[in-house]
């Protein structure tokens, strides 16, 4: 993969837990370290999934808690993970879920967190070990520690929503918590998207696999090639009736390109 000129600091966020948000940042994280790219993942989750994930232990080690809360130099909290020589984590110990309210009185608790993440890639780009990403796995969006998150020079956040579960208002809400604090929203990742969704094709090859399930037979096979194929006349039935209908739909957007193309021609009928 190529290298970034400058560290990419991205969060992934999400405004409740449940929809793969941890699964997707370690998964990217994963993927950039594999592509050999110097790659820091950051769990700022309480629930550790992404230290577990690797399995990091959280019970023996210190994390982002010790980083935030009593000033622990992020070079001394990052882990190694055997098997991906370019990727290192900062784990979530289970201390984590008290830094909330431990970070109520501190003055300037927005910036630790930044201190702190610059301290370490300035440190490592001395070394001329320069990490091309970092990703933090945010909590679900809270108003003291996301505002720390964002504050800490990233470059952009990633919504994770869940397909057919999130809410309009959930997603907005989330959206706009990260705008507020000055993040850009990069994009979003739709995630468990139902198996059924993806048996529907475009145009006449619509619902094939859905009535013929495992004796569905692609294009260009012979009907030999599948022992035991034999649609039954229901669904064959209806598969006729959808194409009817699909050509119907072909039939009349064709009209009405042509009506556009010749204004002075109404479909099916000159203008005398």
Do not use: W
Request: hydrophobic residues 40%; aromatic residues 8%; charged residues 25%.
């Amino acid at each position: 993969m190529a290298k970034p000129i400058t560290t990419r600091i991205f969060t992934v966020a999400n405004q409740k837990g449940g929809v793969g948000k941890t699964t997707s940042a370690v998964n990217v994280a994963a993927a950039l370290a594999m592509g050999g790219l110097k790659t820091l993942i950051i769990d700022l989750d309480p629930q550790g999934n992404a230290s577990t994930a690797f399995g990091i232990s959280r019970d023996e080690v210190s994390g982002m808690y010790e980083v935030i809360i009593k000033d622990l130099p992020m070079q001394s909290a990052a882990l190694k993970i055997p098997g991906y020589p370019s990727l290192e984590v900062i784990p979530a110990t289970q201390s984590l879920a008290n830094a909330e309210v431990e970070l109520v009185p501190m003055v300037a608790r927005e910036m630790r967190l930044k201190k702190s993440l610059n301290n370490y890639l300035l440190d490592a780009a001395n070394k001329g070990e320069r990490f091309d990403y970092v990703i933090i796995d945010c909590p679900p969006l809270l108003p003291v520690t996301d505002a720390a998150i964002v504050s800490a020079r990233v470059d952009g956040s990633i919504l994770v929503i869940h397909a057919g579960v999130t809410k309009k208002p959930q997603f907005t809400g989330a959206r706009d918590a990260m705008l507020s604090v000055g993040s850009t929203v990069l994009g979003v990742i739709l995630n468990m998207i139902p198996e059924s969704a993806l048996e529907y094709e475009y145009g006449y090859r619509y619902g094939y696999p859905r009535y013929y399930g495992n004796h569905y037979l692609p294009y260009g096979s012979k009907k030999e090639a599948v022992t035991g194929y034999e649609p039954r006349a229901e669904d064959l039935s209806r598969i006729e009736r959808e194409d009817s209908f699909q050509h119907i739909k072909g039939k009349r957007f064709k009209e009405e390109l042509m009506k556009d193309a010749n204004p002075g021609v109404k479909s099916g009928k000159k203008k005398i």
